[in-house]
């Protein structure tokens, strides 16, 4: 739909528009204003999320959705349903109202192997009466079927499939969905109606970040993409819906009726053309990922290829979907009541097993926080065995109703982590037992608490070996200080022997000692030893993330390096200043102060500290040679000339440091107005040199 031609014109048409914006001025009138703004933005859609290539900046992208969102707020009677501000919906969504498709949605049948295919293909033959036919392939994507409906160009209603004649009308929801045109220009075509299916899924990457997130929180993750995609679609609150970053692919066209006086185009005689348009119309569908192939055997061929790719792709499928290509053939050989007989699933190996559940054990994490994990009878999964599988929670086993001796359905689809789908109530024989979380610590067997609103039960005895070991292993992580060849297995060996008490204590290995167990060659312990030194530059935010302080991830760690001078700055920091960093709650705020008013923290930095490791931010201490080396300095009261943290940039600019207090470690207090208590402090040290605004920028310009 948008040519070169069409392209550069928009994006020409966008600069125009920021321009405009900037002198605060419309286009021509106020209709061609809205219409250019509409245009732009639906095109930059396009490029954002059907083709993953955006051709302007999102704050320009911005920018002109609030000009746009502004104008038809002044302007309530020009607002039109294809607007893409009506994509953000106001309000929840009462009730899902049962709607009937325009044609039921039929389901698929299976095969699982080449003969399944040749099987298929030589019924399909033997009824069409051909020596061949042709057939187009494409994914079969493992998410939630939709169905849309677009009138006079209008998207007017997505439904869910619900039980496949009647689904529920979630066109608020689908909306949210950036991939999914709100109208399309099916009318060149001379098409009135349209009813077309597809799948919305959730990609890999994101279904990953929102249950990192999630873990976090200690909320247990959801299960697979599936699962997320059709919870998504159905969520009351459609703003929730579209931060879940949805996308639609978009493969079947159930209905269409055409203009009056208009005759089918030539693109709608095949499904593979039918792919091509909806491509053309701007949705998003597997147009490129099809293959359209003569025979069978090319079929096959194509699909086990394909299956080799399988985890490459960023979403996930679980087969292929061979299609008739032809839409007269596909009506001869019709449907029977259950599927039609023109198309067939080749469905790729199970990523599904069962299982029998024989115990659970419960493992102490670095954070003290209790983990029920589940042994069961290994099991080959895509290619992996698995026996442990984390429960996360005790919720979890309530809620899913495991039982010691169940059978159990397990899932591990591509790189997520295996979870048990459920428990297979229907096969119990009375012999199942309970599962019964402890009340005590299993490692040091201290009583376990749970605040009321947290679902993880802890271990609060910083102690405990178990912990004490956890911390270890995250310390030398890739992630935090990532020596390498350290690895989990070595803490716990020589944990185990006495040779490693705490961190600090893996800068003072005996490496005789070592030298002398089974298993370390002489190459092996120096590379042991070399990592161990060249660990000891890490960058700041490397130790302060390996440290393990609660609710501290990598990019908290980032921004407390990037705040400090030294580790041990963060000893003075009242949870205030904590607070003022960007992006730091009460919550994290909290828990590093905590962290940093335990002695025996202290004394653990004290100690690193003594055995060489980096605890200053060396990216400051470049600018270290300035004229106020090694000075201190506080501002209060409020400056004029200066922006408060523009003064501050300014004396760490020029080797100096910002102290969070009066104290005698200070050498100078910069006044501004209204100075409260701080001058009062500051005035009762006498080593303290008071000064006013231009006093210091004196100074700073000398
Ligand atoms: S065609 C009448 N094509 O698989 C045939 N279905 O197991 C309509 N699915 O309900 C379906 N990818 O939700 C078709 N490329 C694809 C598909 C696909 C996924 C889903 C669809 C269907 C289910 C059947």
């Known amino acids: ?116 295919l040749l099987d298929w293909d030589r019924k399909a033959r033997e009824s069409a009466g051909l020596a061949e036919i042709e057939y187009c392939i494409e994914p079969k994507f493992d998410g939630a079927s939709i169905s849309l409906i677009y009138e006079d160009d209008r998207l007017t209603r997505g439904a869910t499939r619900g039980d496949g004649v009647a689904g529920e009308d979630i066109t608020t929801n689908i909306k949210q969905i950036r991939s999914i045109p709100l109208s399309a220009s099916f009318s060149k075509y001379g098409i009135h109606q349209i009813e077309i299916r597809g799948e919305v899924l959730i990609n890999k990457n994101t279904f990953k970040a929102f249950n990192d997130k999630r873990i976090a929180d200690n909320l247990p993750p959801l299960a697979n993409p599936r699962n997320a995609a059709s919870g998504s679609l159905r969520m009351v609150d459609p703003n929730e819906v579209a931060k879940r970053g949805l996308e639609a692919f978009l493969y079947h066209m159930s209905y269409h009726n055409m203009n009056p006086g208009k005759t089918e185009p030539d693109v709608l005689k095949t499904h593979s053309g039918t792919l091509e348009l909806l491509s053309t119309l701007g949705f998003r569908s597997p147009a490129r990922e099809k293959k359209v192939v003569k025979g069978i055997q090319n079929v096959i061929d194509y699909v086990l290829k394909f299956e080799t790719e399988r985890d490459n792709l960023p979403y996930e499928i679980d087969g292929m979907v061979i299609k008739v290509n032809d839409y007269d053939l596909q009506d001869r050989l019709g449907m029977t009541t259950h599927h039609p007989r023109w198309a067939i699933a080749y469905k790729f190996k199970a990523r599904q097993a069962t299982s029998k559940l024989r115990s659970v054990e419960f493992q102490v994490g670095r954070t003290g926080s209790i983990t029920p994990v589940a042994k069961i009878d290994p099991v080959p999964i895509g290619g992996v065995t698995v026996g442990s599988i984390s429960l996360f929670n005790e919720e979890v086993i309530k809620e899913k109703d495991l039982k010691l001796g169940d059978t159990v359905l397990v899932e591990r689809a591509g790189d997520v982590i295996p979870y048990i789908v459920k428990s297979v109530a229907d096969l119990r024989d009375g012999s199942e037992q309970e599962i019964i979380f402890p009340v005590r610590c299993p490692v040091c067997h201290d009583k376990l608490v749970k605040p009321e609103t947290e679902s993880v039960w802890r271990c609060t005895n910083i102690n405990c070996e178990a912990q004490v070991v956890e911390r270890m292993i995250h310390f030398v992580s890739k992630d935090a200080m990532d020596i390498k060849s350290f690895g989990e297995s070595n803490v716990r060996k020589f944990f185990s022997l006495g040779l490693l008490k705490d961190i600090p204590g893996i800068y003072e290995l005996d490496f005789e000692k070592i030298g002398a167990l089974e298993g370390f060659g002489k190459k092996s312990l120096t590379n042991l030893q070399s990592a161990i030194e060249q660990s000891k530059t890490q960058p700041l935010h490397r130790l302060i993330f390996g440290l393990g302080i609660r609710y501290v991830g990598e990019t908290t760690a980032k921004t407390l390096a990037n705040a400090v001078n030294h580790i041990m700055d963060l000893q003075n920091w009242t949870e205030e200043q904590i607070l003022a960093l960007e992006d730091i709650g009460p919550k994290v705020a909290g828990s590093i102060r905590l962290f940093f008013a335990n002695n025996d923290n202290i004394q653990m930095l004290n100690r690193l500290a003594a055995l060489g490791i980096s605890m200053t931010n060396t990216k400051k201490e470049t600018h270290a040679s300035g004229n106020l080396n090694g000075q201190t300095f506080l501002f209060t009261g409020t400056l004029h000339k200066l922006k408060r943290s523009e003064a501050e940039e300014m004396v760490e600019q020029e080797g100096g440091k910002i102290m969070s207090g009066v104290s005698s470690k200070l050498n100078y207090l910069v006044v501004g107005d209204d100075a409260g208590s701080k001058l009062e402090k500051a005035k009762k040290i006498n080593t303290i040199k008071i000064l006013s605004e231009d006093d210091f920028l004196a100074m700073i310009n000398k």
């Open 1 to 116: 739909m948008y040519t070169k031609e069409i392209e550069i014109a928009l994006a020409q048409l966008a600069k125009q528009l920021l321009s405009h914006l900037q002198q605060q001025q419309l286009l021509q009138s106020i209709d061609e204003t809205l219409d250019a703004l509409r245009r732009v933005i639906s095109y930059n859609d396009w490029r954002y999320y059907v083709e993953s290539e955006p051709v302007i900046s999102d704050y320009e992208y911005d920018q002109l959705f609030a000009w746009l969102k502004k104008l038809e707020q002044e302007h309530p009677d020009l607002v039109t349903s294809d607007s893409p501000t009506q994509r953000v919906a106001q309000g929840l969504t009462k009730e899902f109202v049962t709607v009937p498709h325009l044609v039921p949605m039929l389901s698929l049948e299976n095969s699982y192997n080449a003969d399944d």
